[in-house]
Structures are given as C-alpha cells and as structure tokens.
C-alpha cells in the first residue's frame, strides 16, 4: 500500500493490489470515526466500495464476520461496543428525499454511516466526513481518501 507523500497533504492516495488491502485500509479508516461522521464511498461497479466497508465494519465491531453489501435491503445496521455503523447503499435511490425515508437524519446523529453512491445524495457534505474515490487499477485499485472538518488529518491513516 503506497502512502502520501506529504503528510499535511488534504489528501493521500492508496495503491491496493487486492481484497485484503482493501479491506486492511478499510480497517485503519474506523479507528478515527465516532458517532456523527460519515464516510461517502465513490466508484464505479465493481471498484471496491463494499469490500472497504467489509473491513471498516470488522474493525468496528471487532468481529471479521462477512459483511453483506445492502444492495438490496438498502441499509445495513451493526452495533458494537463503540456505537452502531450504518452500512447504507443508495444505488437503487432515484430521489435524495428517499435516504430520509431509510432513516439517514438518524442515522447522522446517533452512527458512523457508511454510504456507497453518495452522490444519489445530491449536494450532501456532512461537516465530518471522509471521501473516498476507488478505481480499478491494473488487478487491483487506487483509493484517495480525503478527510473534512473533524477528519481533516484521518486520510493519513492508511
């Protein structure tokens, strides 16, 4: 995994050659996040986005259990002893005021949520948040992560 060169740098970029660093980048990224931040997960089908929330999710919970995608149900909850994760997918959205009705507002305040296709959101930015943009690369995939407000400095976590 290649890390940022210039540590006060607003964002850093990842190399991952397959799942498991994937998922390993997924995990460092829990360790700063508390209830109200969200992580807006970016990219194509197929980039990686629930393969980095699967390992988000097993280091919050603290249990490597496989984390189904919510494709189709939409939202996943976890509770751990640090509070509960929201794992919500809004691919299938075709309204921002539909994520209301899944409980997002909720979700906001009492979570850490975890959204695959934010930009179903339209111009949503919570003030805390870490953007992450995965692409395929050769076999594997490239993420940038970028941090906001009280995550400015969690993108050089990896």
Same mark, same amino acid.
Request: aromatic share 6%; hydrophobic share 45%; charged share 25%.
């Given at each position: 995994?290649? &890390?940022? /060169?210039? @540590? ?8 991952? @050659? ?35 929330? &699967?390992?988000? *999710?097993?280091? =919050? ?10 494709? %189709?149900?939409? *939202?996943? *909850? %976890? ?6 994760? =929201?794992?919500?997918?809004? %691919? ?18 009492? /979570?850490?949520?975890?959204?695959? =296709?934010?930009? &179903?959101?339209? !111009?949503? !930015? @919570? ?32």
């Amino acid at each position: 995994m290649t &890390r940022p /060169a210039a @540590p006060d740098s607003p964002e850093a970029a990842f190399e991952l @050659p397959d799942a498991e660093a994937t998922m390993a980048l997924g995990a460092r990224l829990a360790a700063p996040l508390q209830a109200g931040d969200v992580v807006l997960l970016r990219g194509d089908l197929g980039a990686g986005k629930t393969t980095l929330a &699967r390992g988000l *999710v097993a280091a =919050w919970t603290g249990v490597d259990e496989d984390a189904p995608s919510p494709t %189709y149900t939409l *939202v996943q *909850v %976890y509770e751990s002893a640090r509070g509960p994760l =929201w794992h919500m997918d809004l %691919y299938r959205l075709q309204d921002p005021e539909e994520a209301l009705e899944l409980g997002l507002e909720d979700a906001l305040i009492e /979570a850490v949520t975890v959204i695959e =296709w934010p930009e &179903r959101l339209g !111009a949503f !930015a @919570p003030p805390h948040r870490l953007e992450i943009d995965l692409a395929a690369q050769g076999a594997g995939r490239r993420a940038i992560v970028r941090g906001f407000g009280r995550l400015a400095g969690a993108a050089h976590v990896g």
